[in-house]
């Protein structure tokens, strides 16, 4: 509906990784791309990693790469409202799985040099004991300072909030002890890490995953055009550059005379955004040079 690219759900009744990379091998030439859906970390990485080295279809993990498009977007228009440079934020993510190292990623590679992630256990840095696979590479490439302790202690000075974990995960104290200007992602759903009328007065843009609040961070705001790109542009798979390239595309279709603390992503409804994500992929994708 979207994009114009047909598509339709197959539920594996699996959680093995092994099978799980089997089955969609074995089902691949049925299609021209892989949306992979409700998948947990650490098996996430894994799957994709080894489904996207194996095959020469796009594949493409919307619960990671989804929300870390969208989430970059918005990102880029909350910007705008508070005058700051995407290089000298510093960023907490709380939640460090799927979609925490994905976001985490691509903010990195859109600019952000200072992120500090944090789990149950408290913040990721090296020498932390237990940390499985993706979570160490989380450490080896995130908290330049090495900052220890809870949430709350990494959260004073802090740009951007953004959560990706669960409700009422933080206070409004933790969000009066961030910079000036403090921007809230709070996204888990369906109650985020805080309600943004509790915040409504302290924050200066605050966005959920909820349709039912302004500044909705959608998945479908991605995926349908990062597919539709890739497919005209006869992608083998999406690169880093595709999934900047979309998030830059989303931010575009809201109108500088538009922009607002309320309205900084666009409607899932608006029809430009998919035409416009899809163009941004296509050349991204020949630019790679990953185009059959």
Do not use: Y
């Not at 859906?37 to 279809?57: N, T």
């Not at 004073?156 to 933080?170: K, Q, T």
Request: one cysteine or more; hydrophobic letters at 50%.
């Amino acid at each position: 509906h979207f994009a114009g690219v047909d598509a339709f759900p197959i539920c594996l009744n699996t959680k093995d990784p092994d099978e799980i990379v089997e089955t969609v091998l074995r089902l691949a030439p049925t299609f021209g791309g892989i949306n992979l859906e409700d998948i947990a970390a650490p098996g996430a990485f894994d799957i994709e990693e080894r489904l996207v080295d194996l095959m020469d279809i796009p594949v493409f993990h919307d619960d990671q790469h989804g929300t870390a498009i969208v989430t970059l977007a918005a990102l880029e228009n909350a910007l705008k409202i508070v005058g700051k440079d995407i290089g000298d934020l510093k960023v907490v993510v709380a939640g460090v799985g799927a979609a925490g190292v994905a976001v985490s990623k691509i903010l990195m590679n859109a600019g952000v040099r200072h992120v500090i992630g944090a789990d149950r256990q408290g913040a990721v840095h090296l020498g932390r004991e237990g940390l499985n696979s993706s979570k160490q590479w989380f450490a080896e490439n995130t908290n330049p300072e090495g900052r220890s302790g809870s949430l709350t202690q990494v959260m004073p000075g802090a740009d951007v909030f953004i959560g990706l974990s669960g409700p009422n995960l933080i206070e409004r104290s933790d969000v009066e002890a961030m910079a000036k200007d403090p921007i809230v992602f709070a996204m888990a759903n369906p109650d985020p890490e805080i309600r943004p009328e509790v915040i409504a007065d302290v924050a200066a843009v605050i966005a959920t995953g909820r349709s039912d609040f302004p500044n909705q961070i959608n998945n479908v705001l991605a995926f349908p055009g990062v597919f539709r790109g890739a497919l005209d542009a006869g992608a083998k798979r999406i690169t880093e550059n595709m999934k900047v390239a979309a998030a830059l595309a989303i931010a575009s279709t809201v109108l500088d005379d538009e922009l607002a603390p309320d309205f900084i992503i666009p409607s899932v409804f608006n029809p430009a955004v998919a035409t416009a994500v899809a163009d941004a992929c296509a050349e991204a994708a020949r630019a790679d040079g990953v185009c059959r």
